[in-house]
């Protein structure tokens, strides 16, 4: 009997003229896009990316605790490199590599009750001496190649010292703090849904809002993602008027 695929943690939709692309990344970044088959996520992003056409505007939804760095990075990249506009909206949460995936984007929108943590890299590691130095050295540069994602994003709003501070105490971030740092661009008003973190993500972030601490629902209902559709195509329409 054939394997049934699980749904992935992100999804791409093409709007029906063509000219614009929704993104959902919900849950969990991991390496492979359905464990059971072995599809390495990003491979299958870029396909899908590539499917949704040549779009002029990508709307990127994210509510994730973050995940793996490396797929995340290749995902982030990717949208960076698209000649259309990105537009993120972090819906509930963008945590951990989420929050430096959200940086692709060329505008930010967070409802004023969604979050943005930052923090370090890192990871479980085991061996030798010489083994466990470099583990500590990988981690160095990837913390290297985040931080410069963010002051990137930030500008003169943000500078190396404090964005190690910030990384240093895990801190979370709410809209209005993300603005005045510059790593969002429009607060919007408050929405219901509710962030995307399990029990693992719960136990390895050191200060988790309380708020954060009730399990939350998984997945998008059909209603929640028409909604996103028609904020998209009304976004997409106001775009439009302001470029012409």
């Known amino acids: ?8 943690f992100f999804d791409i939709k093409a709007s029906v003229d063509g000219k614009s692309a929704d993104v959902f990344i919900y849950g969990e970044i991991t390496q492979w896009a359905w464990e059971e088959f ?62 430096v995936l959200i940086m692709a984007a060329d505008e930010i929108r967070m409802p004023s009750n969604a979050m943005l943590m930052v923090h370090n890299a890192w990871t479980w590691a085991s061996g030798n001496a010489e083994e466990l130095r470099k583990a500590a050295d990988d981690l160095e540069r990837i913390n290297q190649s985040t931080m410069q994602m963010y002051l990137d994003k930030a500008g003169d709003k943000l ?33 219901q849904m509710v962030a995307s973190i399990n029990d693992r993500f719960a136990k390895q972030f050191k200060n988790l809002p309380q708020q954060l601490k009730e399990p939350a629902p998984q997945g998008m209902t059909d209603e929640e993602k028409a909604k996103k559709l028609a904020d998209s195509k009304a976004s997409l329409t106001y775009l439009q008027m302001i470029l012409k």
Request: net charge negative; charged share 25%; aromatic share 6%.
């Open 159 to 191: 500078d190396e010292s404090k964005l190690k501070e910030l990384l240093d105490g895990e801190t979370w971030l709410s809209a209005d703090e993300a603005l005045s740092y510059g790593l969002c661009d429009v607060v919007e008003s408050a929405n």
């Open 1 to 8: 009997m054939a394997k049934q695929k699980k749904n992935s």
């Open 38 to 99: 072995g599809e390495m996520s990003s491979t299958i992003f870029k396909e899908k990316l590539d499917e949704a056409g040549d779009v002029s505007t990508i709307h990127l939804y994210v509510n994730s605790p973050g995940g793996s760095v490396f797929e995340g990075l290749a995902i982030a990249n990717m949208l960076k490199r698209h000649k259309a506009y990105v537009i993120a909206h972090v819906d509930a949460l963008a945590a951990s590599i989420a929050g």
